[in-house]
C-alpha cells in the first residue's frame, strides 16, 4: 500500500497536471463534425459559397477559443477551379426509346468532378480502359465516332507505366475518348477502396484543359455490371479477359445511353484558407509558432440527391483542431510559443491551400513545427506520419502519447509527411501527420456520415493532438536545430 502511494506520488511529480487535465470532449468533437457535414454546407467544395460559409464557422468557434485572426483578416483568399454539379440525369434503352432502365444521380452513378456541360443521346461503345497507346489501342478495332464511351477507372498492371501514365486520370480517359469522335464519356469505377454499390465523387481528375461541352460520368462497379448485362461481354467477364489476355477486348453495345449534365465552370473561383493565432504566453517566443493545420474542404454536392457529407474526410480532423484550441483556452499551462490554426482549402485539388499557405506566409522561419490532421474519424488506430524525416518532432508526438494519451501511435515504420504536410516537407519545416492507420473506410461516398464516426480515436487522436502542440510550444523542441540535416529553408 505504502508502495504505490510513493509510485503515485513520484508519477504526479513528473507529469504536468494541467496539461493531462484537459479532455478531449466526444460531445464537442461531434457537434462540429455533424454540423460540418450537414447538407447546410453542401460537401463543402472550394470556391463555393457554401465552403465559405463552412469557414464562417470555423472562425466562429475559433473567437469563442480565444483564438484571434492572423492578421488583418481571417481568409488567406485565393482561386481555385470549381465546377458547380447542378443535375445529370442518365439512362439507357435498349429498341424503344420509350422503355428506359432510369439511374439514380447519388446511387448508381455520380459526376466526374471536373465534367462538361452537355446532352447525349447515342449508341455505345466499350473501350477497354481507355487506352490508345500503339502497342495497346482499345480503339483499334471499334468506330467511336459520335458514340458514348465506356471505360474502367484505372489501368492495368500488366503495362509498363510509362505506357499507363497517360490514361490513369480521368481527365486523360476523356482527351482520349474525345479525340476518337465520343460525345460523351462512362467511367465505371473499378477502384477497391470502394464498395461496389457506392457512388465515389472526386475534384482532382487530372491537369489537362477542362472539356467544357463533355459529359463525364462515374458509375459503381454493381451499376457497370447492369449497364453491360445482356450485351457481348458482362463486366467480369471482360475484366477478366483483359486481364489474362493482356490483349484490347472493346465491342459494341446493342443498348443505347441518354445522358445530360447541368453544370456551371468557373476556372478562378475565389476560395480561402483560414488563419488564426493563439498568441504564446511567453513574451520571447510570441514570436514562433507551432502550426496546426487541417483540410477543410470536400468533394460537394451533385443534384439534390448526392451529398458527400466528409464526416471523416475531414469534418473529423476540422473537429480535433477545433477542440484543441478549446483546450488551449481552458488550459493552466499556457503555450509559451504562439500556435497558429490553419484550415486549408482546395485540399483535394491537390493540397493546393498548403502551398498556398507556405507560399504566402512571411515568418516561414519562425514555424518550429507542423501538425497536421487529417481523417481521425475511423480506422483501427492511429498512425503519426513523418518519423523518417522528422524523428525528433515524431518523437515529441510519441512521448507525450506514452505520458498522457493511449500509448496507441503507430512504432516503427520509416514513413514521410503525407497531405497537407508535403508543402511543409518540401521547404523544410518539421512536419508529421496525425491521421487514422489500417481500415480507412470512407472514401469520398454518400456513407461517410457522422453516425460512422468512430468515437474511440477522434477523442484519442484529438487528446495526442492537443497534448503534442501543448509540448511543442514549450520550446524544448527546436525544429530547426533538432532536424537540422533536414531543414533548407529556401525561403
Ligand atoms: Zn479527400
Known sequence: ??????????????????????????????????????????????????????????????????VEPYGDEWGQYFETECN???NCTFNSYLHSSDNRTVYVLGRDYCCAGMTGRGYADASVVFCGYGIDNGAFDEYANVDAQGKIVVVFSGVPNFLPSNVTSKYTQIRDKARVAKAHGACALVVINMSANCSPYEVQGSVYNGELPHLATFPIIQPTRDCGDRLLKDELMNLEEVFQKINDSQKPQSFHLRKKFEIETNTTYTPAALTANVIGVYPGAD????????????????????????????????????????????????????????????????????????????????????????VNVDKVGSGDSIAVLGNKRYPHLWSVAKKVDTLYCSGDVMVGTKTT??????????????????TNFKGYRHPHVPSDIVENIDRRYIVKATQLLFETVLDLSFGEYQ?????????????
Open 1 to 66: 500500500m505504502k508502495k504505490l502511494f510513493l509510485l503515485l506520488m513520484v508519477f504526479a511529480a513528473t507529469m504536468p497536471l494541467t496539461a493531462r487535465a484537459q479532455v478531449a470532449s466526444l460531445d464537442t468533437l461531434l457537434v462540429h463534425v455533424r454540423e460540418l457535414s450537414s447538407s447546410t454546407y453542401e460537401g463543402r467544395l472550394a470556391g463555393t459559397d457554401a465552403f465559405l460559409s463552412a469557414a464562417d464557422y470555423v472562425i466562429e468557434a475559433l473567437e469563442r477559443y480565444g
Open 84 to 86: 458547380l454539379i447542378e
Open 283 to 370: 513574451s520571447k517566443m510570441r514570436g514562433e509558432y507551432v502550426v496546426v493545420g487541417a483540410s477543410l474542404d470536400h468533394v460537394g454536392m451533385q443534384g439534390t440527391t448526392c451529398l458527400f457529407p466528409g464526416a471523416d474526410d475531414n469534418a473529423s480532423g476540422v473537429a480535433a483542431l477545433l477542440e484543441t484550441a478549446r483546450m488551449l483556452q481552458m488550459s493552466e499551462d499556457q503555450p509559451s510559443r504562439s500556435v497558429l490554426f490553419v484550415l486549408f482549402s482546395s485540399g483535394e485539388q491537390q493540397h493546393l491551400g498548403s502551398r498556398i499557405f507556405v507560399s504566402n506566409f512571411s515568418p516561414l522561419k519562425k514555424i518550429e513545427a507542423f
Open 417 to 434: 509527411p503525407k497531405g497537407d504536410a508535403v508543402a511543409f516537407d518540401y521547404i523544410g519545416i518539421p512536419c508529421i501527420n496525425i
Open 479 to 491: 525544429g530547426r536545430s533538432n532536424e537540422s540535416k533536414r531543414v533548407r529553408f529556401d525561403k
